[in-house]
């Protein structure tokens, strides 16, 4: 499996003509959108594809480089992939990569349009006419070279602050289909390492590193490309300014509806603006 690629489907399917024991592939379809399941259960199977024990939800939306017709479908989809993985309890929603490479900056943007809600009061809440809430944290965090810390680090250390159920982090991947490019979002309980999708990996933030589950959200934004020859490159859609925002706005409001099921799309909306 010498293709790159931080999508476990396409890990599976690499695999496709020897499917390793202990992985199971499912396909079902939610809000009228694809989503293929990739359940990776033992060592075994671990090693052969790559990926880490744990499960794998791969959302098919339109490209993200277009205005998606069914926009609050995928957003639903999406949301469903997320409540099937979500604990209860408080969320740190980290907004992993660097707002200024464009393919690198899905997370800064995304978290720019969560929903924070740690310091809102039941009674705060109420008087606004808003049903209880779940405690919310967002942060971006930067990268090393802005900050000269590990977003690890930096993680472990709000995370031992304010006690939350789980870290959600989002972070731009690689893909190694350039179909799948800026039109699939996974979402996976195995946690990430920042950095993976510009190869520029960092160390990673998982159970085992931050001590409560870590989910990951991405979407593809580079594939490797080579020429005999030459040096590997990292390739991105012509377009990515466009698919960084469409892409920014389905993962963030499907968090905000799987954080907040109460909430309609458009109170979401309202909250945020």
Same mark, same amino acid.
């Given at each position: 499996m010498g293709i790159r690629t931080d999508l476990a489907v396409e890990r599976l399917e690499l695999a496709e003509k020897s499917l390793p024991h202990g992985a199971i592939r499912s396909e079902e379809t939610i809000h009228g959108i694809p989503m293929v399941t990739v359940q990776v259960e033992d060592t075994n199977a671990a090693e052969v594809l790559g990926k880490p024990i744990g499960k794998y939800l791969t959302v098919e939306c339109t490209p993200f480089r277009k205005t &998606?017709?069914? %926009?609050?479908?995928?957003?639903?989809?999406?949301?469903e992939a997320v409540s099937r993985l979500l604990p209860d309890g408080p969320i740190l929603v980290?907004?992993?990569?660097?707002?200024? /490479?464009t393919p690198d900056a899905l997370g800064p943007e995304a978290v720019n349009l969560m929903l924070a809600t740690r310091h809102i009061s039941p009674e705060l809440a109420a008087s606004l006419g808003i049903k209880a809430l779940r405690p919310v944290s967002v942060i971006a965090p930067g990268v090393l070279g802005q900050t000269g810390m590990e977003t690890c680090e930096i993680l472990a250390a709000l995370v031992k602050e304010t006690s939350p159920a789980a870290v959600i982090a989002i972070d731009a991947l690689a893909?190694?289909? &350039?179909?799948?490019?800026g039109a699939t979002v996974q979402v996976c309980n195995t946690g990430i390492s920042p950095g993976s999708g510009v190869a520029n990996r960092r160390k990673e933030l998982s159970e085992k590193t931050l001590g409560i589950p870590v989910i990951a959200m991405g979407v593809p934004t580079v594939v490797d490309f080579s020429v005999e020859g030459s040096e590997p490159m990292m390739v991105t859609p012509r377009e990515v300014d466009l698919v /960084?925002?469409?892409?920014?706005?389905?993962?963030? %409001?499907? =968090?905000?509806?799987? =954080?907040? &099921?109460?909430?309609?799309l458009e109170e979401i909306l309202a909250l945020i603006q």
């Open positions: &998606p017709e069914n %926009f609050e479908a995928e957003v639903m989809a999406v949301a980290a907004g992993l990569g660097n707002e200024s /490479i893909a190694g289909d &350039p179909a799948r490019l /960084i925002e469409n892409a920014a706005k389905t993962v963030a %409001f499907a =968090l905000n509806k799987a =954080l907040q &099921p109460e909430l309609e």
